[in-house]
Every structure is written in structure tokens, then in C-alpha cells.
């Protein structure tokens, strides 16, 4: 009972999103569906007048005219059938409305995606359940339309019942026994295919990292250097053939009870043929009556096989369509204040935070204060809470006690467009977007096209525009070239500088280039930067120079600040940080 109210809730869900997105599409299909399977009605009643005209035709040639159009008017029939099939299923609606709605779907969790607070990426459920939401997006179309074929079939189903009352009213038991088992056989299969589905899922997604290792060109020389091959192929192999014997299993299940309901549809059908003949010969209908008496069974055992089937479909597809509703029920990260003015400070009040699931907090009870234009600088060992610091004070996570403030309002109650509006970041992880090397740059702006000034920030990334041109492609993939670490990085600061922020972050924005061309991109930093508040993350305290004040941070916690002079003159954790890398710079 409890899954049979999930189920219609799913139901539910599926056309408040269906008829939100694409209202008249599916109401055009409801009414096409109707007119559709009350076809056969006509079929029916054509059948009997021809059928027992012929009877009469020997004897009676003035009928003849009239039998002929009777005749036409079911090849019109037979024309529209098959108009139906040929163009509307195989080509409207597969190039039409199912196309419509798997991109409106697709861009409803993208901005789902943007919708959702950032901390929740760090959670590896969350990639599970966007991988299968992708997939399971068509699967609200595909209930929405079973439904729609339910409604047509029953329309169809209640006017060739009304009119074989008169003359086989016994017919409807046959198409009963026929089809009883069908009802079985497909909820059986759905149930066994859903449960399958669930449990296989965690496996293809390992079959898939593995698989990954094998065939990637990311993973392709070290997996040779390292002669791991024959191990990933074991690694690979172990999912696959759970997986493959969890499907080997489901299918068996299936198999037995489909041989029975073969034996139930063979019982049905003879009886309704030899029925139909017995009222025949005994005189009770015509030919006319008979004819349509077969070819009322015949649709009534495919509407009723086809409800069956449809409603198995609907199982396995509320089934399958569960990710897609549970990503999209995510609770949204909602900022709803606007803050159009430039950024003037920033306040970390007490704050804390921690990863989900992690029982530690990464970030404790840290309190900091930077005006408009001050260079800060976020130095400490590996681990110690750097970047996490930084995505807090970019308004990305959110804390679990304490506040951030932007010109005095809180971060997590401001839009995130006016949050982000005058905010450029490298990060030491690139994005390495397979595009163009212009395009590349211009996503730092994307409303801006000026390739002037990508060219310009180009050059003051220090990215080697000698070796390449504007509009070269990036990634293997698509048939582009592939360039360094380090110019993947140098493209990423040229986004950042593109986009011409006032609050800039640099989070170890250096980390693949070499210490000594390293030197030089901050020179060039101070000049580019001179009069915007900037961040730097680094844990080479070479680059602190063009800090205003250093933040020390330590196992989550901040340790010491100061300026540099002041730091190393109190000789405590930073100056011995500062010992452990000074023969790098000198």
C-alpha cells in the first residue's frame, strides 16, 4: 500500500514538472491518443457491414456500389492506422516533443546544480545522484506519456465494449484469460528489473572509474610505466561479473513466469475463436457479426496487453525516475538579498565549519577582518584549512557556527549573482575547458567579447601566445592539442584577469610553475592588482611579499598574522616555515 502512494506521489510529480515545461505538447498528445485507440471502433462496425453485405452480394448485385465504398472507407481507416504509426510514433514524437523535453529536463538540473550550496559537492553521494538524474530525466517523460496512452486506451476499450454487448457479450472473459497472466508477468519483471537497477548501479559506476583507468589518456603513461594493466583489468573484471550475474538472476525469475503466461494467452485465444464460431454456426450472429466479433478480440486483447504492459513500464519507470526526483528535492542554497554595491570589507565572526560526514571540523572558531584593498595572504602546511578558508571566504560553503559579512550583511543571505559580480579566482585545480583558446579566456567574462583585451590578459598571465593562436583548439578529445600543467594554469589567471574583479582570489595559483618564473608572475600580480583587495593561498611563503598582512593557519585554526617583518620577528611557526623554504629563494 505504502509503494502504490509512492508510486502516484512519483505520478504526480511527474506531470506537475511535465505540464509545467511542456503543457500543450502533452495535452496535443492526450487528444491525438484518444482519437488513436477509438480507431479500432471504427474498424469494427466497418467490418460488420462489410462482412454482411457480402453475405447478401450473391443475390443482390445492385449492392455492389455500396459494397464498394464500404470498402474504401476501411482502406481510409487502415491509411490513417498506419499514418499513425509511420510518421506520428517514429517521427513526431520522437523528433518532436521527446527531443523538447530532454533538453528542458537537462536544463532543469543544470540549474539545479547551480542551485544547490557548494559545500554539498564535496559529499561523493552528490556525483551518484547527478549521474543518475542525467540519466533518469526521460523517464518523467516517458511516465507522463504512459499515462497519456492509459487514457486513450480506455476511451478506445469502453466504446468497443459498449458495442459488442449486443451480439458477444461472453467475448470480454476470453480477453480476460487471456491477458490475466500479461498483468503478472510485466509487474513481476518491472520489480525485478527496478531492484536489479538499484543494486547493480554502485557497480557500473566502478565498472566505469576502472574503465576510465584503462582507456583514459589522462591515466594512459603511468598506467604503462607503472605495468598496472593486468591489475585494473582484475579490478574492472570484478564488478562486471557481479553485476552480470545480478542481471543473469533477474532474467531467469522473468523467464519462468513468462512461460506461463504464454500457456494463459494460448487458453484465452482459443476459446474466443471457437466461441465466436460455435454463435455462428448455430446461427445466433451473422458473418458480419462474427468477423467483428475477431477483430473485437483482437484489439481488446492488445489494449489489455498493452495496459499491462504499460503498467509495468510505469513500475519500472517510477522506479527508474526516483534519482531524478531525489537530486531535484536537494535543498536549494536560496540567497535572497540583493547587494549591488562594491565590495568595501570583509568580517569572519567565530566561525566554524566541517566537511559532511566528517566528524572534525576543518575550520575552528576563525575571526578576520579585510578592508577594500588590503593584499592578505593565507599561508600553512598541506592540510591545514587553506583552501577551505578561501571557499568560505569566497561565500561558496557556508559555516556551521559564526558569520561572514560583506559590507556588514551576511554572505549566506546575499544573491549569489551580486555575490560573485566582482569576484575573479584561480584555483590550483584548473578547469580545463575543451574549447578554444579565446573562449577559454573569455568565460571570465562570458558577456564581454574583446579579443584585444583577452590577448592582453593573455600576455599578463605569461601564457606562450608565440606557440599558439586565438582560436586554437583546446583537448584531445574533440581534436584540439593539449598543452601543459602550467599553461592550463597560465589560461586560467588570464580568465581571472579577464574578468577584471575588484575582490580577486589566488588559490596556489603557481602550484605547476616553476619557482623561478614564479617570481616573476607576482611581480607582475602586484602591478595588475595594485588596487583591488586580493587573497593568496600558497604554502611557498616566497610569494608573501605583496602581502599586506599574512594569515598563518594551522590544523584549522589561526595560529599567528602579521606582516611578514612582524612574523619573522616574533620567531615563532612562521618563521620556522619561512627557514624551511628560504634557501629556495635565495
Known amino acids: 500500500m505504502k509503494n502504490r502512494k509512492y508510486k502516484y506521489e512519483i505520478i504526480k510529480k511527474a506531470f506537475n514538472i511535465g505540464f509545467q515545461i511542456m503543457k500543450k505538447e502533452f495535452v496535443l498528445m492526450l487528444a491525438v491518443s484518444i482519437a488513436y485507440y477509438s480507431l479500432p471502433l471504427l474498424g469494427i462496425m466497418l467490418n460488420v457491414k462489410i462482412f454482411n453485405m457480402v453475405q447478401v452480394l450473391p443475390g443482390n448485385t445492385q449492392k455492389i456500389s455500396e459494397f464498394v465504398v464500404w470498402v474504401i472507407w476501411f482502406g481510409v481507416y487502415l491509411l490513417f492506422t498506419k499514418f499513425h504509426l509511420i510518421y506520428y510514433t517514429r517521427y513526431f514524437l520522437q523528433y518532436g516533443p521527446l527531443l523538447k523535453f530532454e533538453r528542458l529536463a537537462r536544463l532543469m538540473l543544470h540549474n539545479k546544480c547551480d542551485e544547490i550550496n557548494a559545500v554539498n559537492y564535496e559529499n561523493p553521494e552528490l556525483y551518484n545522484y547527478i549521474i543518475q538524474a ?5 523517464n518523467v517523460y516517458r511516465i507522463i506519456e504512459i499515462n497519456i496512452y492509459l487514457v486513450g486506451i480506455l476511451f478506445g476499450s469502453i466504446g468497443v465494449l459498449i458495442y459488442m454487448k449486443d451480439f458477444n457479450p461472453a467475448l470480454i472473459i476470453f480477453v480476460i484469460i487471456s491477458n490475466i497472466a500479461v498483468l503478472l508477468e510485466k509487474i513481476y519483471s518491472a520489480r525485478q528489473y527496478g531492484k ?35 591489475f585494473l583489468k582484475n579490478k574492472w573484471l570484478e564488478p562486471f561479473e557481479k553485476r552480470v550475474a545480478a542481471e543473469w538472476d533477474a532474467d531467469k525469475k522473468v523467464i519462468s513466469v513468462n512461460a506461463i503466461a504464454e ?6 485465444s482459443f476459446g474466443a475463436y471457437a466461441y465466436s464460431a460455435y454463435l455462428l454456426i448455430t446461427g445466433k450472429i451473422r458473418l458480419g457479426e462474427f468477423t467483428a ?35 531535484m528535492e536537494i535543498f536549494p542554497d536560496k540567497r535572497k538579498e540583493r547587494c549591488g554595491c562594491e565590495f568595501a570589507s570583509l568580517r569572519l565572526e567565530n566561525v566554524s565549519f566541517k566537511y559532511p560526514g566528517s566528524e572534525k571540523n576543518a575550520l575552528e572558531d576563525i575571526t578576520l577582518e579585510v578592508k577594500k ?18 571557499n568560505m571566504i569566497l561565500g561558496l560553503y557556508d559555516p556551521i557556527k559564526g558569520r561572514v559579512l560583506y559590507n556588514g550583511k551576511e554572505a549566506k543571505a546575499i544573491d549569489k549573482k551580486d555575490l560573485f559580480a566582482g569576484k575573479s579566482a584561480v584555483f590550483q585545480n584548473v578547469n580545463k575547458y575543451k574549447m578554444t583558446i579565446a573562449e577559454n579566456v573569455q568565460l571570465g567574462n562570458p558577456q564581454k567579447n574583446d579579443l584585444q ?13 608565440n606557440r599558439y593562436s586565438m582560436d586554437e583548439e583546446l583537448g584531445k578529445e574533440f581534436g584540439g592539442i593539449d598543452i601543459s600543467g602550467g599553461e592550463w594554469q597560465r589560461l586560467s589567471m588570464a580568465r581571472g584577469i579577464y574578468k577584471n574583479g575588484s575582490f580577486v582570489v589566488l588559490d596556489e595559483p603557481t602550484s605547476a610553475i616553476d619557482p623561478l618564473q614564479e617570481a616573476e608572475l607576482y611581480k607582475k600580480f602586484v602591478q595588475l592588482f595594485s588596487d583591488k583587495t586580493v587573497f593568496l593561498v600558497t604554502h611557498r611563503l616566497g610569494a608573501v611579499s605583496i602581502a599586506d598582512k599574512i594569515i598563518v593557519l594551522d590544523d584549522g585554526k589561526i595560529r599567528e598574522h602579521g606582516t611578514h617583518e612582524e612574523l619573522i620577528r616574533k620567531n615563532g611557526y612562521y618563521k620556522k616555515l619561512w627557514d624551511s623554504q628560504v634557501k629556495w629563494y635565495h
Open 134 to 138: 542525467r540519466t533518469a530525466s526521460t
Open 196 to 230: 536489479t537497477r538499484e543494486k547493480t548501479m554502485p557497480l557500473q559506476l566502478e565498472e566505469m572509474a576502472y574503465k576510465e583507468s584503462l582507456t583514459s589518456l589522462n591515466f594512459n603513461k603511468e598506467t604503462r610505466i607503472l605495468s598496472i594493466e593486468a
Open 263 to 268: 500457456i494463459l494467452k494460448f487458453v484465452g
Open 293 to 327: 466479433s475477431l477483430f473485437a478480440f483482437t484489439s481488446l486483447s492488445e489494449y489489455t496487453q498493452e495496459i499491462f504492459e504499460l503498467y509495468g513500464y510505469l513500475d519500472q519507470f517510477t522506479t527508474y525516475v526516483k534519482p531524478f526526483f531525489r537530486f
Open 373 to 390: 584593498g588590503e593584499k592578505t595572504a593565507i599561508v600553512g602546511k598541506n592540510g591545514a584549512g587553506k583552501s577551505t578558508l578561501v
Open 453 to 465: 583585451e583577452q590577448i592582453k590578459a593573455l600576455k599578463e598571465s605569461g601564457f606562450p601566445l
